[in-house]
């Protein structure tokens, strides 16, 4: 049963567009994710939020940006995408880092 | 900086096999170890985390952690078709479970 949800499911765009994504989840976590799935599968944490507050930030492009209105949500926008973006972003939740992480299904991204 | 490998990267068993997966890590500080699996067009969901040396059992599932030998592992008894997936190890960085490694995965195919 699904509990984080994202949308779009899809996404197609140009080079040089901005988009953007959410996630909502409904289990009252208090952290949310932001991950990187790439063609490889090669899962990569990009943000993580607790409480609204970014406490993990990896190495990423400045052009991501993580947008948290509330502990339920979590967006991600994409200033100005490179091909190198297309891939599956997935966003989850849990309600203590240490505890089980919940996934949503993630949005694809391609950049034409 | 952590480095998580798993192997085998594909593994096939017959349908009521032994399935094992292997997982090697690099920081000697971890103390949050995960296998999740996903399935084709899902997100990756938790199977079971171990945070003790030594085993854990749930159901057809066997965890094995070894913290001085770097090494987790999980292990599917009486292996299904439905249990054909990616499975990933997830490690934390250090004490920080917010923060965690995925290896790049191990395709299991049960074959009926």
């Known amino acids: 049963e699904t509990a984080v949800f994202q949308t779009p499911n899809y996404h197609v765009t140009q080079v040089g567009n901005e988009v953007s994504f959410n996630c909502k989840q409904t289990?009252?976590?208090?952290?949310m994710y932001w991950y990187k799935q790439d063609s490889k599968k090669l899962l990569k944490i990009m943000f993580s939020?607790?409480?609204?507050?970014?406490?993990v930030n990896e190495t990423v492009p400045r052009r991501f940006s993580p947008q948290s209105s509330d502990k339920a949500h979590l967006n991600l926008r994409i200033k100005s995408v490179e091909p190198e973006d297309s891939a599956v972003y997935l966003c989850?939740?849990?309600?203590?880092?240490?505890?089980?992480?919940?996934f949503g299904k993630g949005t694809r991204l391609t950049v034409v | 900086q952590q480095k998580v490998q798993q192997s085998p990267e594909s593994l096939i068993v017959p349908e009521g096999g032994m399935a094992s997966l292997n997982c090697t890590f690099s920081?000697?500080?971890?103390?949050y170890f995960w296998w999740y699996r996903q399935h084709s067009g899902e997100g990756p969901k938790a199977l079971m985390?171990?945070?003790?040396?030594g085993d854990k059992k749930e159901g057809r599932f066997t965890a094995h952690l070894n913290k001085a030998s770097l090494h987790v592992s999980l292990h599917i008894k009486d292996s299904q078709p439905s249990d054909s997936a990616l499975y990933f190890c997830?490690?934390?960085?250090?004490?920080?479970?917010?923060?965690?490694?995925f290896g790049k995965g191990t395709h299991l195919h049960v074959l009926p």
């Open positions: 989850a939740s849990s309600s203590q880092g240490y505890t089980e992480v919940f």
């Open positions: 920081d000697r500080n971890s103390q």
């Open positions: 997830a490690v934390s960085i250090g004490t920080n479970a917010y923060k965690v490694i």
């Open positions: 289990l009252g976590h208090d952290t």
């Open positions: 939020y607790n409480n609204k507050q970014l406490i």
């Open positions: 985390s171990i945070f003790s040396n």
